[in-house]
């Protein structure tokens, strides 16, 4: 009876660059090509979702990784040199973010150090939520030039935070890229003095150092692996602090993108309909003929009830009564929908901010403990004043949405009273009264809007003046075009004329000539440049404690997809180990090859390198070829997961696990020599023999390449050497007749996935739909994919 249970099988359309298992659920996220990401499950390996490549994102997907909870998937784009987060449940896209180099690996890894200062910050990290009322959920978009984000993505956004326990995503690239974002958002750290190209990356649990594999080229311009350690004793010495810190900055970048998506909103909201308005009246305005101004006919109109011909037909053939009144509608609903925004989501957003700020200026001022992380009063000062600013400017735009409100009302009820009376209609009893107020109301919104100065049409190219409320939401450097009128506030003047007060550092700067963008945008700079301040700081603390050049890499594994090639990195939390795999085929092709270090740099580890002799694997006598490995991944502290070749007149392809315990127990010590690369000196390496016993299975019919393996799911997937044939295993469980294997494969454990997520990608049916065709797969491992999502589409109707 074979090892192992294959559970699905599967031939993709398109070629995988990327495979990656969820740390907590039986999912396996693919990325292809044509840069789509799929998310499958292990029952039948049924696709769940897939996201397709956008111009936004990117279409070159180089690196996937999961969140430690399984939540989040991360995936980095070449072509736009993006990192982008992922939420699983709906395959939302939930934060995206800029890096200097395309990302080449990822590791996401969760701290599993323990304190009584991390356990009394875990337990007191909501107090915010005593203080603070809960962020309202943002509006449906209003048109499709924020379509990334989808309706009531503020809970999403939120959400990204996660747990309070410490994660860090780790980046790395070409040119000797390498940066760590904690909970996958805050730069914490970029390193540098790591020479060549990452190939992979492990940080370990207790951050004590950082693994690196990297390529780099030789002497004689041959690509070259090598091992690289790297010391990060300041991220574990100030571990407490370090959480602190990334925590507070994480809510605030967090509260930054909720801020953003607000003012996206309501850019909507202005573009949609105000622009239109604008467009009319502005159109109106430069198709009169007559000499005079359009404000002194209006006003004539106003005074003595009488307007010139040109004016009525102009009114009554551009505007029309029914049309104006649609755009009276149309411009309230508007005024409302940015009003509630500015007062519900701006105002609430910059009053969390303003309270983590200033909580992270109070950890500033604890020298003692946050100095060394580069945690500056100063600059946060500047941040507190930076966003009091912007809500100052959020209060300037809601007076004048106030203001413009009672004008236009004003306005357009007077100008539809006239145009009922130039058609000669009935007009309505409770239309007909106008106080003297309204009548200001009215000279108001004419003297402001209409107007045949010079410089307005040169800078905009129109009569009509852009509209009030429009331009604090556009994204320009210029000055406003109609700033607010301060003459008369006392309060500025009593400011102006106070020596004291006039420079004082407690008064929030107003910016009365900018826009509401600029003024964010400037808010974002300052706080940018507080984030930014630890990550260089921490990063210049981070220095290199061991560089092994391990092996040149052969010429014919160059077109080989570098995520799938060894090494493969490893970290034993319990040990406190890093691990590291690989075969040198050029040198020894039947041998395995093990690299321990410590994660403390200081610590020696007596067996360093121990090799593994793979020419008698098998118990069986007759089978006992030698084999030499493809692929090797590591299954949990003491397994590797591995693909093995058999020799050249037997081509067979074998999934086997290998036990590491009689090899890591090794005793004769290998002696490094510091000139030469390890393939120089693989005579010196102490090596084990290895029997696999029975948990090897033949891969029949299948060229197998590569595997993917979680040793705490218990699951295995083997992809072809053409990157598109892939076969899904159960590791712990043997293989079983057909119907057994059905039968089990129908109660494979999803954790309550089937009734959360949905499928994005386009001719997919929903999750339930998929559950409900896998549930007749008599043949389903010869069905194809087209075929399955047919039968899917019949079921559901």
């Known amino acids: 009876m074979p090892a192992f249970r294959q559970v699905g099988e599967k031939q993709l359309p398109n070629p995988v660059l990327c495979m990656a298992w969820?740390?907590?659920?039986?999912?396996?996220a693919l990325a292809n090509t044509t840069g789509e990401l799929l998310l499958h499950r292990l029952a039948s390996f049924q696709r769940v979702w897939s996201l397709p490549p956008s111009e936004y994102t990117g279409k070159e997907i180089t690196a996937l990784a999961w969140r430690p909870d399984g939540k989040i998937l991360a995936f980095s784009l070449g072509d736009t040199k993006q990192v982008v987060l992922c939420g699983v449940e709906k395959a939302e896209i939930l934060h995206v973010f800029p890096v200097q180099n395309?990302?080449?690996?990822?590791?996401?890894?969760?701290?599993?150090?323990?304190?009584?200062?991390?356990?009394?910050?875990?337990?007191?990290?909501?107090?915010?939520?005593?203080?603070?009322?809960?962020?309202?959920?943002?509006?449906?978009?209003y048109s499709t030039t924020?379509?990334?984000?989808?309706?009531?993505?503020?809970?999403?956004?939120?959400?990204?935070?996660?747990?309070?326990?410490?994660?860090?995503?780790?980046?790395?690239?070409?040119?000797?890229?390498?940066?760590?974002?904690?909970?996958?958002?805050?730069?914490?750290?970029?390193?540098?003095?790591?020479?060549?190209?990452?190939?992979?990356?492990?940080?370990?649990?207790?951050?004590?150092?950082?693994?690196?594999?990297?390529?780099?080229?030789?002497?004689?311009?041959?690509?070259?692996?090598?091992?690289?350690?790297?010391?990060?004793?300041?991220?574990?010495?100030?571990?407490?602090?370090?959480?602190r810190m990334a925590r507070k900055f994480t809510h605030i970048s967090t509260l930054l993108q909720y801020l953003h998506l607000s003012l996206t909103c309501m850019c909507e909201a202005w573009e949609d309909i105000l622009m239109q308005m604008d467009l009319r009246l502005t159109k109106f305005v430069q198709e009169k003929n007559t000499t005079t101004q359009v404000q002194d006919e209006f006003l004539e109109l106003l005074l003595w009830g009488q307007s010139s011909p040109e004016l009525q037909a102009l009114l009554m053939n551009q505007l029309t009564v029914k049309g104006l009144k649609k755009l009276g509608h149309s411009i309230?609903?508007?005024?409302?929908?940015?009003?509630?925004?500015?007062?519900?989501?701006?105002?609430?957003?910059?009053?969390?901010?303003?309270?983590?700020?200033?909580?992270?200026?109070?950890?500033?001022?604890?020298?003692?403990?946050?100095?060394?992380?580069?945690?500056?009063?100063?600059?946060l000062e500047g941040a507190i004043t930076a966003v009091g600013s912007f809500s100052l400017k959020a209060n300037e735009l809601l007076q004048v949405i106030d203001k413009s409100m009672k004008n236009f009302k004003a306005f357009f009820r007077w100008l539809y009273v006239a145009m009922l009376r130039m058609c000669e209609e009935h007009v309505p009893p409770e239309l007909n009264k106008m106080t003297q107020k309204d009548i200001a109301f009215v000279a108001d919104f004419l003297s402001e809007h209409f107007s045949e100065n010079e410089e307005l049409f040169d800078r905009k190219g129109k009569y009509f003046n852009v509209e009030r409320v429009g331009q604090y939401l556009k994204d320009e450097d210029e000055d406003l075009v109609s700033p607010p009128n301060t003459k008369g506030n006392q309060w500025l003047n009593f400011l102006q004329e106070s020596t004291y007060l006039k420079e004082s550092p407690l008064l929030f700067p107003s910016y009365p000539q900018k826009s509401l963008h600029f003024v964010k945008r400037m808010m974002e700079n300052v706080i940018e440049h507080c984030l930014q301040k630890p990550a260089e700081v921490?990063?210049?603390?981070?220095?290199?404690?061991?560089?092994?050049?391990?092996?040149?890499?052969?010429?014919?594994?160059?077109?080989?997809?570098?995520l799938f090639e060894l090494p493969s990195l490893w970290n034993d939390k319990k040990a406190k180990m890093h691990y590291v795999v690989f075969c040198m085929p050029e040198i020894s092709p039947c041998k395995l090859y093990l690299l321990r270090k410590g994660t403390d740099?200081?610590?020696?580890?007596?067996?360093?390198?121990?090799?593994?002799?793979?020419?008698?694997?098998?118990?069986?006598?007759?089978?006992?070829?030698?084999a030499h490995c493809l692929d090797a991944r590591f299954y949990d502290d003491e397994m590797l997961t591995v693909v093995l070749q058999g020799a050249e007149e037997d081509n067979r392809r074998v999934l086997a696990q290998l036990p590491l315990s009689s090899t890591l127990s090794c005793e004769t010590e290998f002696t490094w020599e510091p000139n030469l690369r390890l393939d120089q000196q693989t005579s010196a390496i102490p090596c084990q023999g290895l029997v696999l016993g029975n948990q090897w299975r033949e891969l029949e019919s299948m060229k197998a390449q590569f595997v993917a393996v979680n040793g705490i799911r218990k699951v295995a997937c083997v992809l072809s050497a053409n990157l598109r044939h892939i076969r899904v295993f159960e590791m712990d469980v043997e293989d079983e007749d057909e119907e057994g294997a059905d039968s089990q494969n129908n109660s494979a454990d999803q954790e309550g996935l089937d009734t959360t997520m949905t499928s994005q990608g386009q001719g997919e049916e929903s999750v339930e739909a998929e559950g409900e065709a896998g549930e007749q797969r008599g043949d389903g491992f010869q069905k194809t994919e087209e075929h399955l999502e047919s039968e899917e589409a019949l079921e559901l109707s």
């Open 22 to 28: 969820s740390p907590k659920r039986d999912l396996i």
């Open 332 to 379: 309230e609903s508007s005024y409302s929908s940015i009003q509630k925004l500015v007062i519900s989501h701006l105002q609430s957003g910059s009053e969390a901010l303003l309270y983590h700020l200033s909580e992270v200026k109070g950890m500033s001022l604890w020298k003692q403990k946050f100095e060394p992380l580069g945690l500056d009063s100063v600059a």
């Open 102 to 141: 395309p990302g080449t690996c990822m590791h996401w890894m969760e701290v599993m150090e323990e304190s009584s200062a991390l356990s009394a910050f875990y337990n007191s990290e909501d107090e915010s939520k005593l203080f603070l009322p809960k962020l309202p959920t943002l509006p449906k978009s």
């Open 601 to 626: 740099p200081n610590r020696h580890i007596p067996n360093s390198v121990v090799s593994v002799d793979l020419s008698h694997h098998l118990d069986n006598a007759d089978d006992n070829a030698a």
């Open 538 to 562: 921490i990063g210049k603390s981070v220095k290199q404690a061991v560089f092994l050049p391990l092996y040149t890499v052969p010429e014919s594994s160059e077109n080989t997809p570098r």
């Open 146 to 243: 924020s379509k990334i984000f989808s309706e009531e993505k503020s809970d999403e956004i939120m959400n990204l935070l996660g747990e309070v326990r410490l994660n860090i995503l780790v980046l790395g690239g070409d040119h000797g890229f390498v940066e760590l974002y904690a909970y996958g958002m805050y730069k914490i750290a970029t390193l540098t003095g790591v020479s060549g190209r990452c190939r992979s990356l492990s940080l370990s649990s207790d951050l004590k150092s950082l693994s690196v594999i990297t390529e780099v080229r030789s002497a004689d311009n041959n690509p070259e692996i090598c091992y690289v350690q790297l010391d990060t004793g300041l991220l574990s010495d100030c571990l407490p602090e370090v959480t």
